[in-house]
């Protein structure tokens, strides 16, 4: 048996994940000098090049360093899962939590449960991170997190489960002086005649123009932005209207304080929920599974239909 050790492969999971040996050393609170002569180690056992340096102190896995680190990153997370199912069977909960959620539905979930964790789970260790839907579902895919928020209309591929938080609906979000702000209810019909602005967050964007033309309809998308609240200060001042599926609370206003409308769109367009996102097959830790339902009262709390 080759002598390789769990160091090492966390060491080389870390420089992969990181882009860099000094990033990675970061991670792991250790100099750059250790992580290197532990790599320079293994890939002495294992006689094979694992990363290629390059400029500016970047390092490249070879293939073989990523197929290697594929493997140690599954056996770190094995390791971890017996380490942390000890600390499951005291009393109370405890250990490291990492969740991530998509931008657009970071503001709803993150800062709630952050403020759950501090306040009643002060043994656990929670970590947050916001990005792409493919970022987060392919950082849960390969272990990096425990839980991803994402809307189920976004989930690609049948490798992660998918844990029910809240349905949610199409609103459009309007110029608080728009005619169609005083309405309940608003139809795509009549947004049609007004310009769109758009949160660029593949693959959302593209299914929702394409079941819209689905209904005969052309949206006249004027503009585009990956920020929500560059969305909002656009719709605030008139430019035109935007599609949101997570509504903030009704007091909320643009950046620069001006005032926007939150209102249900009629026609349903497709089903759609918040979904909590885990690996398939893998044991789920008790800390896990009470932020999932931490999860689902957020959502109820945060829910427009409850205001």
């Known amino acids: 048996m080759k002598n390789v050790t769990l160091r090492?492969?966390?060491?080389?999971?870390?420089?992969?994940?990181h882009g860099s040996v000094g990033a990675g050393a970061a991670a792991c609170h250790v100099s750059q000098a250790t992580v290197s002569a532990s790599i320079a180690q293994l890939e002495k056992a294992l006689g094979a090049d694992l990363l290629v340096r390059g400029p500016a102190r970047r390092a490249h896995a070879t293939q073989a360093g990523l197929d290697f680190a594929a493997r140690a990153r599954e056996i770190l997370g094995a390791v971890t899962e017996a380490a942390d199912a000890v600390d499951d069977s005291r009393e109370g909960l405890r250990g490291p939590l990492s969740v991530g959620c998509t931008h657009t539905a970071g503001p709803r979930f993150l800062p709630s449960l952050a403020d759950l964790v501090t306040r009643s789970?002060?043994?656990?260790?929670?970590?947050?991170?916001?990005?792409?839907?493919?970022?987060?579902?392919?950082?849960?895919?390969?272990?990096?997190?425990?839980?991803?928020?994402?809307?189920?209309?976004?989930?690609?591929?049948?490798?992660l489960e998918q844990h029910h938080l809240i349905d949610v609906d199409l609103h459009a979000m309007l110029p608080a002086d728009s005619p169609l702000a005083r309405r309940d209810e608003?139809?795509?019909?009549?947004?049609?005649?007004?310009?769109?602005v758009m949160l660029d967050v593949p693959p959302t964007q593209e299914l929702l123009l394409e079941r819209i033309n689905a209904h005969g309809l052309d949206i006249d998308v004027r503009w585009r932005s990956s920020s929500a609240e560059t969305m909002r200060s656009l719709v605030?001042?008139?430019?035109?209207?935007?599609?949101?599926?997570?509504?903030?609370?009704?007091?909320?206003?643009?950046?620069?304080g001006m005032e926007v409308a939150y209102r249900r769109v009629e026609e349903r367009i497709f089903d759609n929920a918040a979904v909590a996102l885990t690996p398939v097959g893998r044991h789920r830790l008790r800390r896990v599974d009470a932020a999932i339902e931490a999860l689902r009262q957020i959502a109820a709390d945060s829910d427009p239909r409850a205001w």
């Open 8 to 17: 090492q492969m966390e060491y080389l999971v870390s420089v992969v994940d």
């Open 121 to 159: 789970w002060p043994d656990v260790q929670l970590s947050l991170v916001e990005g792409a839907p493919r970022d987060i579902q392919r950082s849960v895919s390969e272990g990096r997190l425990d839980i991803g928020i994402v809307y189920s209309r976004q989930v690609r591929g049948t490798d």
């Open 186 to 196: 608003v139809s795509l019909y009549d947004l049609v005649d007004m310009p769109a």
């Open 236 to 256: 605030a001042r008139g430019l035109g209207f935007g599609f949101v599926n997570a509504v903030p609370h009704p007091s909320l206003r643009s950046f620069e």
